[in-house]
């Protein structure tokens, strides 16, 4: 009997696996409305609709897991919203990774899946960022500092951990600190990744909820707003540093007690700047989030320092702090995202401005400088200078003598880079025709 019936409940049994997969083949639905509505939604890096509308998504998001060969998906879903005057917003619509495990333990794998086929997303203002005052608070009087001047170490440190903070959420920790007394901070992106809110302790102890937060995945970079008003925050520097240039880095190592209290809150070290990177889609050593130019540094850099300040020795940020290559396997070896790149996604997102003048501009009006015209088809372009976010196209620049690396980006076309040799007096022009991106 037992042979007989071993045939049978195979066939049953792959019937059912049958049926399963069935029900959950092809696409379905999910709506997604916006408040308010007009929003871009982003799908895998292509616009797919304007809401109130529908995305196509596998039907393997949906239903019980109940058999080793049910319809699953491996991957989350995600979505990015974009409307003129909110702030960019990534939405992950699914939960997960969950486990399914069959009854005897032989088989298993993890999915994620759609509690709903609606959503309904609250987008929030630039003005949500900016806050109500001057959004860049008191660094507008920082351009009258000379950045140049080298100030003791323990001055440094004890003028700049006022602003540094510690980002808390349901994933983890890392660390964070305010770039406008109107309470913006930065981080890394992956210190929030997949969180739609976060708890900022600040130094004095303080928690702050938020859940405004903006995430900009390449250049591994977090923007979240608090309720804080005259808020200490740090300047940061407009220029690059140089090679051998010494460095601070302040941050709240990932180490805890059995309750979860951090136990090294605001660690120092100090190291130099091994070099200067220039990483893009097109650059062999690029890995993932690590687009723009970044600062290279030997400063030792750990777990939970992750957003925190990479500070000079005028007391000026130079960078964001990450880790170092995953799988470099050297000490020694580790990156913070250039200060330039975080204000020009200050700048180009929010539009504030954040900092002093540049260095070439105030070299520019104490001496005598040369003047580069700077046009774009199509016009409106972001115009960098030796990776400085100087303004859009057209513009009419004056540049400090030397060697200056001038590009010219826009969203959508590729982007347009020359080295120009900058004479006293002089004057130059350029004329960038940009080659819309062709999509693969």
């Not at 616009?47 to 949906?62: A, D, H, K, L, R």
């Not at 777990?303 to 300040?309: D, E, L």
Request: charged content about 15%.
């Amino acid at each position: 009997m037992q042979l007989s019936r071993s045939p049978l409940s195979a066939l049953v049994l792959c019937g059912l696996f049958s049926l399963s997969q069935m029900a959950h083949a092809g696409d379905k639905k999910v709506s997604i409305d916006t408040s308010p509505e007009g929003a871009q939604v982003e799908l895998n890096g292509n616009i797919t609709c304007t809401t109130p509308c529908s995305i196509n998504v596998s039907s393997g998001y949906f239903g019980a897991k109940h058999f080793a060969y049910s319809s699953h998906v491996d991957d989350p879903l995600a979505i990015r919203l974009i409307k003129d005057g909110f702030v960019p917003k990534n939405v992950t619509l699914t939960t997960g990774p969950h486990v399914w495990n069959s009854f005897n333990g032989g088989a298993s794998f993890e999915f994620y899946q759609l509690d709903t086929d609606h959503f309904n997303i609250r987008l929030d203002p630039v003005q949500a960022f900016v806050g109500q005052g001057s959004p860049s608070g008191g660094a507008t009087a920082s351009s009258a500092i000379v950045e140049s001047e080298s100030l003791p170490i323990e001055q440094i440190i004890h003028n700049s951990l006022p602003a540094i903070v510690l980002v808390k959420t349901s994933a983890g920790s890392g660390s964070g600190f305010f770039i406008t007394d109107e309470g913006l901070i930065a981080t890394n992106a992956h210190v929030v990744e997949g969180q739609q809110s976060a708890t900022i302790v600040t130094a004095s102890g303080k928690e702050l909820p938020s859940s405004n937060i903006y995430v900009d995945q390449d250049r591994d970079l977090a923007l979240i707003k608090v309720d804080a008003h005259n808020a200490p925050f740090l300047l940061l520097s407009p220029s690059i540093p140089v090679q051998g240039a010494e460095v601070i880095a302040i941050g709240t190592p990932g180490i805890h007690d059995a309750d979860g209290v951090s136990l090294l809150p605001n660690s120092v070290t100090k190291g130099i700047v091994s070099g200067v990177r220039q990483f893009s889609d097109e650059t062999v050593a690029n890995v993932a989030r690590r687009t723009g130019t970044w600062i290279q540094t030997d400063t030792t850099i750990n777990h939970g320092n992750s957003g925190g300040p990479l500070i000079n020795r005028a007391g000026y940020v130079v960078g964001v702090n990450t880790l170092g290559f995953a799988g470099a396997g050297t000490p020694g070896i580790n990156f913070a995202l250039s200060s330039t790149e975080l204000a020009q996604v200050v700048h180009q997102r929010l539009g504030v401005t954040l900092g002093a003048k540049t260095d070439s501009t105030q070299h520019a009006e104490s001496s005598v400088a040369g003047k580069i015209s700077i046009s774009s088809t199509p016009a409106g372009a972001d115009i960098e200078i030796d990776g400085v976010f100087l303004g859009n196209t057209p513009s009419d620049l004056a540049v400090a003598e030397g060697k200056r690396v001038v590009k010219i980006t826009k969203k959508g076309y590729q982007p347009y880079e020359r080295t120009l040799q900058v004479q006293p007096g002089g004057s130059q022009r350029i004329s960038a025709e940009l080659d819309p991106v062709v999509a693969p």
